[in-house]
């Protein structure tokens, strides 16, 4: 190879490296990019995850509460009935 070929040949290799380096680069920075938005999701869901735990500790038992109200009324019904 005549000295100019060889020096195109290292040239344009030298420039594929320089790609190849920026490529990958941007790889480890897309990636880096995403495991901080996991992280972040992550971290939103265990917030959610404790305020439903919060929620689901401090509601109101309807169904208890309903079922009490209808034994009270049944026997409400059953003293009137029998005090008539």
Do not use: Y
């Given at each position: 190879m005549p000295t100019t070929e060889a020096e195109s040949v290292a040239l344009e290799l030298e420039r594929l490296r320089r790609s190849v380096d920026v490529g990958f680069a941007t790889t480890r920075?897309?990636?880096a990019l995403l495991l901080q938005r996991a992280d972040q999701t992550d971290k939103t869901?265990?917030?959610?995850?404790?305020?439903?735990d919060a929620?689901?500790?401090t509601?109101?038992?309807l169904p208890s509460l309903a079922a009490a109200i209808s034994c009270t009324?049944?026997?409400?019904?059953i003293w009137q009935s029998m005090g008539r």
């Open positions: 920075g897309d990636l869901l265990d917030e959610h995850e404790s305020r439903i929620l689901e500790r509601r109101w038992p009324a049944l026997a409400l019904t």
